[in-house]
């Protein structure tokens, strides 16, 4: 009898370190827990960017932000990015060392944006506040010695759904929209009867975490803002994307799904599956080269994005 696929090198050690973490009883628990083991996930590595955190003032709030550069003369690509956690975990803190890879890897400017999170807030509270992040950095473009028309959106699992709408409310309000979207292992079909979630062999991501997290995203209004991504009929007029899916991952076939609508609606987009790899991989890029490969492979095919443009 055939054993699951391999794991990708280093996979296996960042699975042993997930879980390795003691048990937080209650979310406001796993969030801090997860934001004081975060370097457990880096194990020495350090990607070569100067990082600093800032915010932005919004009505009866700030929205925080934590910028990773690696040098370099302006002005310069940028990235805006979401994270990912089931819009209800995750932080600027605990994604730390995969934002800060993505910056070594590109050579881009990335701001990596603290949306606020579910269930704290409704959906579109959260969305809003990702929007806000891509808006700001244009606007402080001059500041940061960055390219405003070389800004790329990104994002991972919930944080990719966050990146597609992003770009899709820049479209439909006529502002400027990124040079390009990134997206990796996103959950863009949000139906918990999808087969894949029940047969997939990803170690972390199960069906009942799956289940949960669909469960708030609805509970929270998300799915009253529109269809989910793989049942969107108004991709046209979207950025050139690129989409990196996990092979292990039981969100692996709704990437692609996603990146056949998108042709078929006209949009420019590239899609890879990663072999060996989970949900949630690009945390493992300080125990896996392979993941540092995957970095590097993206970075690669979203470069024309962000080169100067020919005028």
């Known amino acids: 009898m055939d054993g699951p696929p391999p794991l990708a090198e280093g996979i296996a050690r960042y699975v042993e370190l997930f879980r390795g973490a003691p048990p937080a009883s209650g979310l406001p628990a796993m969030r801090l827990s997860g934001d004081l083991l975060a370097d457990r996930f880096a194990e020495g590595y350090r990607p070569a960017v100067r990082s600093f955190d800032t915010a932005i003032a919004a009505p009866g709030r700030e929205i925080a932000l934590r910028i990773h550069d690696p040098a370099g003369d302006g002005p310069r690509p940028a990235i805006c990015y979401f994270h990912g956690g089931g819009f209800s975990l995750g932080s600027v803190a605990s994604f730390d060392i995969a934002t800060a890879a ?18 704290d807030a409704p959906y579109r509270e959260a969305q809003a506040d ?29 944080g990719a759904l966050m990146a597609l709408a ?17 997206l990796f292992y996103g959950t ?17 991501l199960n069906r009942a975490r799956i ?6 995203f609805a509970g929270s209004g998300g799915l009253a803002e529109g269809p989910a991504p793989v049942d969107r009929t108004d991709l046209a007029g979207l950025p050139p994307t690129h989409i990196v899916a996990a092979a292990l991952d039981p969100l692996c076939a709704e990437a692609g799904e996603l990146a056949e609508r998108m042709r078929m609606a006209g949009v420019e987009v590239s899609h890879r599956i990663a ?37």
């Open 102 to 119: 993505l910056a070594e890897a590109s050579g881009a400017v990335v701001a990596s944006v603290h949306y606020r999170r579910l269930p």
């Open 130 to 158: 990702c929007d806000a992040g891509y808006g700001w950095l244009i606007r402080q473009a001059s500041t940061l010695a960055i390219d405003p028309a070389r800004i790329l959106v990104a994002g991972d699992s919930a």
């Open 166 to 182: 992003c770009a899709a409310n820049a479209r439909d309000a006529g502002a400027a929209i990124p040079a390009g979207l990134l």
């Open 188 to 204: 863009f079909a949000m139906d918990a009867a999808r087969p894949a979630y029940r047969t997939a062999p990803d170690p972390l």
């Open 211 to 216: 289940e949960a997290y669909i469960r708030l």
């Open 275 to 311: 072999p060996g790899m989970i949900h949630g991989f690009l945390r493992a890029a300080g125990v896996s080269a392979a993941v540092r490969d995957e970095l590097a492979r993206a970075a690669a095919t979203i470069r024309p994005l962000l080169s100067p443009r020919d005028d």
